[in-house]
């Protein structure tokens, strides 16, 4: 790459609930050139799946966005959240019709981006599903 200010950017993304809706967090991983940049998760509180792996994208995002990349790659395990977020499904419930809009505003002021779904079984998604459910369970034992 000529330009080091702009770079590609995959971030991989993870929501759970215990219960839905129930105790919820998300996570997200932050890779430039294959190196993990940022590793991040938050517990969320009673909320549903969804919302979770919707934040995971929003919040992975946001923090996207300081690195200024010429191309993001959004990676999930949310067949709902990728096929709505690529069009192929359309977003019908409210509170995650507002997610969608967020996620789909940051998106559009990247120079380019792809969303895709991915399976459980990959190793990036299982150290975001990991890190979900660390959090999770430090949330259960009062941590």
Same mark, same amino acid.
């Given at each position: ?7 590609d ?10 219960g ?6 998300r ?8 190196i ?21 994208? *929003?919040? #992975? ?9 010429? @191309?993001? =790659? !959004?990676?999930?395990? &949310? ?19 507002? *997610?969608? #809009? ?9 120079? @380019?981006? =792809? !969303?895709?779904?991915? &399976? ?12 979900c ?8 034992? #009062?941590?």
């Open positions: 790459m000529a330009d080091n200010s702009h770079t950017i995959i971030l991989v993304t993870d929501g759970a609930s215990r839905n809706p129930g105790p919820a967090a996570a997200y991983l932050i890779y430039e050139n294959g993990i940049k940022k590793r991040e998760g938050r517990y969320l509180g009673e909320t549903t799946n969804n919302v979770a792996e919707y934040t995971a994208v *929003l919040e #992975g995002l946001l923090e996207v966005q300081q690195f200024h990349p010429n @191309s993001v =790659a !959004v990676i999930s395990d &949310s067949e709902l959240v990728v096929r709505q977020l690529q069009g192929i499904y359309r977003v019908r419930n409210a509170v995650l019709s507002k *997610l969608y #809009g967020e996620v789909i505003s940051i998106l559009d002021s990247f120079p @380019s981006y =792809a !969303v895709c779904h991915s &399976s459980r079984e990959n190793p990036h998604i299982r150290l975001a599903d990991a890190l459910n660390e959090i999770l369970d430090n949330h259960a034992q #009062g941590i």
